[in-house]
């Protein structure tokens, strides 16, 4: 199994930067692919961020496409999610996720995620 646990999150204004990291324990060893989803109250959880199974490469969500970057400091086991510019409609729960297999903007592709961590954005 993979523990996860996010951190990071909190109060900004629209136009601020934050940066929430997902700590990662357990089968830490495993190839899995680390990504990041969001929930706003009253709205399905969204894909915002993940790795793809090739190589590095990254892939985001339209909304948030130049302004969010996802990384990993694997000696650390942990993953980030760099937010800049953050508007008001970003704000949400911010979960992070592990998976095996399948595609990365596939909440049913992971098999395991994080508690969560609450981003508001005030205009």
């Known amino acids: 199994q993979v523990q996860l646990v996010e951190s990071g999150g909190g109060l900004v204004q629209d136009g601020d930067s934050l940066r929430l990291s997902c700590a990662a324990s357990?089968?830490?060893?495993?190839?899995?692919?680390m990504g990041w989803f969001r929930q706003a109250p009253g709205k399905e959880r969204e894909f915002v961020a993940a790795?793809?199974?090739?190589?590095?490469?990254?892939n985001y969500a339209d909304s948030v496409k130049g302004r969010f970057t996802i990384s990993r400091d694997n000696a650390k086991n942990t993953g980030y999610l760099q937010m800049n510019s953050l508007k008001p409609e970003d704000t949400a729960v911010y979960y992070c996720?592990?998976?095996?297999?399948?595609?990365?903007?596939?909440?049913?592709?992971?098999?395991?995620w994080g508690q969560g961590t609450q981003v508001t954005v005030s205009s």
């Open positions: 790795f793809s199974w090739i190589g590095e490469r990254t």
């Open positions: 996720a592990a998976r095996y297999s399948g595609s990365y903007y596939l909440r049913s592709a992971y098999d395991y």
């Open positions: 357990g089968r830490t060893s495993s190839n899995y692919r």
